[in-house]
């Protein structure tokens, strides 16, 4: 049997294959024995689950495994967002939380996201405990749980809701009253994931006119992966333009990643909302300190950061790095390319519904359009473009990102390398302060490829030479 292995963010693995009810079973036993090493398991956990494929099954039994072990089960009513359960770790002094999901992964995945004590993402320390504890379960060490008919009678489960509360504390960051008064049109999409019942219900709740895509549970998720990308969100982006709305918004498959679409039903990139987010949040909250960003997220954050007078923490990929500042209140807002977003004073954990709220607040207050507000922002402190590209990972590649790994090359795109920054993967950063990024995904075969620089023209060509590196046949000694 292979080993299950703990990604960036949770164990995720092919329905059938390797997500199978009996390692399901297996997972949540070794977390059972992390949590009773740790004394807490008295405590109870809260188990959500996402719109894939068996999600409420797999769910149950992981409830079950728990309930087996005497441990108490809050098991949510409906599909969860993985904020939701961090939320509800934190509030009732749980032991942890579970949601069974994959994410943004494509749907024939599922995954195991595991949320410890603290709220946040577990931490590699937690995680490498729990793949040792699950070598002796993958090859026969008995399995425990309690049937479902019999964890009931105990009364070792409760179904519940957890939403209304969660939508409560996302008002105490939230200016409703700007977005009531500013009688805001919103379409809002989904992607068939968790954020149905919720991002719409605090929006209408809020005086916002809603549209909403794709808001029925389909495990399929349309046929593609459930990641609002430009290309994932083009039915929003026409809608938004077409009706005329404020503003498109959009999660992924368990909330957690945020995508947004501008008034003219154009995608602005993550990288700009968090940069737009950082500026306007200093501002109206009086923000001092510090606030964090991944090695992969772009150095505009930087420069607005430095423009209100606040520091930068750069981590590795992995909003688990920064969730661990914000739970110790180190950083004001943390934030990844990838569309990951919290603030201190929420929970540890990314969390696309806020990061939505946020947004629209903002557009609610200045009375401006995201285009209108980046080019404000430009005029301050200068252009940054930035890419990401996804490659399949070959052999070929695997040789070189050793290679230059252990030998970087002194210039790139005609431009000498400043530093290299190996904190995560390889990140050359130039003479201009543009830079190329390569690392190796946590959760799939694939090589992610980031460059930054400050016109379009220039960022094609980083992007470009950057990939050919990784590409060249190292035979040819290019």
Known sequence: MRQINFGTSGWRAILGEDFTFQNV????QA????????????????????SRFLGEQFAKAAAEVFAGHGMSVLLCDRETPTPTISYHVLQSNLAGGLNISASHNPPEYNGIKFTPEWGGPALPETTRAIEQRLVHLLHGEHVKWLPWEKAQRAQMVQLYDPCPEYLAALGKHIDVDAIREANLRVVMDPLYGTSRGYLDTFLRNAGAKMAVLHYWRDPYFGGVRPEPTRETTAELQ??????????????????????????DGSFVDANIVLALLVDYLATTRRWTGDVGRSVATTHLIDRVAQEH??????????????AELLAKEEIRMGGEESAGL????????????????LVTEMIARTKKTLRELTEALFNRVGEVFSSRDDQTLTETMQDNILKVQESPPSDLAGKSVQQVNTLDGCKLVLEDGSWFLFRSSGTEPLVRCYAEASTPQELDVLMAAGQELLQRNPKKGG
């Open 309 to 322: 007078g606040l520091g930068v923490r750069e981590t590795p990929v992995g909003f688990k790095y920064l």
């Open 25 to 28: 079973r297996i997972v949540c």
């Open 342 to 357: 919290s603030i201190q004073g929420h929970v540890p954990e990314k969390d696309g519904i806020l990061a939505c709220l």
């Open 238 to 263: 026409e809608t938004v333009k077409q009706g005329n709305a404020h503003i498109g918004l959009s999660t992924d498959g368990d909330a957690d990643r945020f995508g947004i679409v501008d008034r």
């Open 31 to 50: 977390i059972v024995h992390i949590l009773k090493q740790e004394k807490i398991g008295h405590r109870g956990l809260i188990i959500g689950y996402d």
